[in-house]
């Protein structure tokens, strides 16, 4: 064999590794981001681009700070660049048809990150990549009913943004836990955003409705964030949380296992920051081979408590963006 052919032989053998590697390395891929409301979400957005990093993808983020019309002007303008795929973590529910109609004629497929859309047409998205989110509200319940046992406990909820699926599947799902059992009363239920501020804010207001507090007996919050924001509240107004307001939260950021550490917070269901790591190996895997992914793409929800060793997981969470 001259060294001619035996490099010829070489690069041969090679081909068909570096066209996957040139494949993946050639996307780019469009997301529309919501903001950045909490821990969770810059935690989402950091992880994102280390697992685009991972795989060699390039991937442009358009923050929506928290509107659905500038969602839809990014996804246009992600299809108008004509990039590779577009993966979208939509704000609200509903009104995602017509720019997705748009998308899906530009032949570029959308994935769906960490909440989910209403359409009757799930052709328009390629999959959902999401956390059971109705699940994380029935943890979240049934975690409740089994510490206060018999005891009467009324519980103040603190919502997501109003019209987010997952604002509403997790209200459903601590509903229906809450339900089983009589003792458990819902006394005041009202939107906090997900953000710290309102979080607080509209503690504050439950605590002055509710006898300083002393009519609470939990506090339910669809992320951890306004959680962290009512336990200042709480402690404003001289209340013990943890305690004397048992609080249950969802999504696991490092400050919560900060007020675990601090006896100021009871249980918290975990969502994983990293929604594009799933969504990017599909892609590829649907781009490469032509795989189709499940229409959903699940993701873990965890429970944890202060039993788990929270410093641990602290140290371990803390360098991921939160
Ligand atoms: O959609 C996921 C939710 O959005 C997170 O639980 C919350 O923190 C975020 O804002």
């Known amino acids: 064999?001259?060294?001619?052919?035996?490099?010829?032989?070489?690069?041969?053998?090679?081909?068909p590794l570096m066209a996957t590697t040139a494949s993946a390395a050639s996307l780019t891929v469009g997301f529309s981001q919501i903001?950045?409301?909490?821990?969770?979400?810059?935690?989402?957005?950091?992880?994102?681009?280390?697992e685009a990093q991972k795989r060699n993808i390039t991937l442009k983020i358009a923050d929506a700070q928290q509107k659905q019309e500038n969602q839809i002007k990014a996804i246009r303008s992600f299809v108008a660049q004509g990039v590779d795929a577009i993966f979208l973590a939509p704000v609200v529910a509903t009104g995602w048809d017509a720019v997705l109609n748009e998308a899906k004629d530009a032949r570029i497929p959308v994935i769906l990150l960490d909440r989910d859309i209403e359409t009757a047409n799930k052709s328009l998205?390629?999959?959902a990549v999401t956390s059971d989110s109705v699940h994380e509200g029935v943890v979240a319940g049934e975690w409740l009913a089994k510490n206060v046992g018999t005891k009467p406990c009324n519980v103040v909820e603190l919502q997501g943004t109003v019209g987010a699926s997952v604002a509403t599947n997790r209200k459903k799902g601590f509903d229906?836990?809450?339900?089983?059992?009589?003792?458990?009363?819902?006394?005041r239920s009202q939107t906090g955003d997900f953000t710290r501020a309102k979080g607080k804010e509209v503690t504050e207001s439950f605590l002055k409705a509710e006898n300083g507090g002393k009519n609470i007996c939990a506090l339910y919050a669809h992320n951890d964030d306004m959680a962290v924001g009512a336990i200042q509240a709480i402690k404003e107004a001289g209340l013990k949380p943890g305690k004397d307001v048992l609080i249950v939260s969802i999504d696991a950021v490092p400050d919560i296992f900060k007020a675990f550490i601090a006896s100021e917070a009871n249980a918290t269901v975990e969502l994983t920051p990293n929604m594009a790591g799933p969504a990017f190996d599909a892609l590829i895997a649907f781009k490469e081979k032509g795989t189709a992914p499940p229409k959903w793409i699940q993701t873990e929800s965890k429970l944890y408590t202060p039993t788990d060793d929270p410093q641990k997981i602290y140290d371990s969470k803390k360098g991921l963006g939160y």
Request: aromatic share 4%; net charge positive; charged share 15%.
């Open 1 to 15: 064999m001259t060294l001619r052919t035996s490099l010829v032989a070489a690069l041969t053998a090679l081909t």
């Open 125 to 127: 998205y390629l999959t």
């Open 35 to 50: 903001g950045s409301e909490s821990g969770w979400r810059a935690a989402e957005t950091s992880v994102s681009k280390s």
């Open 176 to 187: 229906e836990a809450i339900a089983k059992h009589s003792n458990i009363k819902m006394i």
